[in-house]
């Protein structure tokens, strides 16, 4: 099945600071592309992989799971880690899921986590069904594009494949159960409004996670995906500033005594 244009994956060879960039559940690299442009444009390198069942139709996802997923960003992990001194990984969404998992997995191969909009648990009380339901029910309305800013759009499926979130369900809980071996720094930014994932969600993850340096940034002005929103520019700026403090003698990324904090985004 050919790509939908836009959805294609993005490689940059920059320097020896690695970035690996992930999209979201349903969505496809153009939803992150400025991101990874933003970091490419600051020299590092960067991988910003099309996870498997992506950027095609709907029913392509539907074969495929949290396995196939996670198996992506896995591979491009390793090869950014043959290339690079130091690297970094960046999600919105299940994105952020993956970034997680492959941190609790990686350790000190992965320096730090820049996470936007990150999800941690599917909140929806009939997901309980979801074991049955999607043999009955092929797919339900989508979840693309949740942005606040007029002319924006997120390049994703209109209709979510159940048996797609029942593996994304389970995929979460186990995140879920992995948080407290991550100890990177760990940069979360949320949004105060979104149709997607919980901003308890985010809340749930600082509170889990081993991580003694952590910052939180708040999201005033950006539903969901906040990488095509208002806030985009923030959210560039401050994951330059982390990987930049956290490679200039000021972090070893490991760990470090700085405090969680929270600010919110100025207009």
Not at 62 to 88: H, M, N
Not at 197 to 208: G, T
Request: proline residues 6%; negative net charge; glycine residues 8%.
């Amino acid at each position: 099945m050919p790509l939908l244009p836009g959805a294609e994956p993005f490689r940059h060879d920059g320097g020896q600071i690695g970035v690996l960039v992930s999209h979201g559940f349903t969505g496809s690299p153009q939803s992150v592309r400025p991101w990874a442009d933003h970091l490419a444009a600051q020299g590092f390198t960067v991988s910003l992989p099309l996870l498997p069942g992506h950027g095609t139709r709907w029913q392509d996802l539907a074969v495929t799971g949290w396995q196939d997923w996670y198996a992506e960003v896995d591979r491009e992990l390793r090869a950014l880690t043959e290339r690079c001194e130091r690297v970094f990984v960046c999600g919105l969404s299940m994105g952020g899921a993956l970034a997680l998992r492959l941190a609790a997995q990686h350790g000190p191969a992965i320096s730090g986590l820049a996470l936007v909009n990150p999800a941690n648990k599917i909140h929806d009380p009939m997901a309980v069904a979801l074991p049955l339901i999607r043999h009955l029910v092929p797919s339900v309305k989508g979840i693309a594009s949740d942005i606040a800013k007029p002319g924006s759009y997120e390049l994703g499926y209109d209709r979510t494949p159940l048996h797609a979130v029942y593996s994304l369900r389970r995929f979460l809980r186990l995140v879920d159960a992995e948080l407290p071996q991550v100890t990177q720094p760990l940069l979360v930014m949320h949004s105060a409004q979104d149709h997607v994932v919980s901003p308890a969600d985010s809340e749930r993850i600082l509170s889990q996670v081993s991580s003694r340096d952590t910052t939180e940034r708040l999201l005033e002005r950006s539903y969901h995906v906040a990488t095509l929103d208002y806030d985009a520019e923030l959210i560039f700026d401050e994951t330059v500033a982390f990987i930049t403090r956290l490679t200039a003698g000021t972090g070893d990324g490991t760990a470090t005594d700085s405090g969680r904090e929270g600010a919110a985004a100025s207009g």
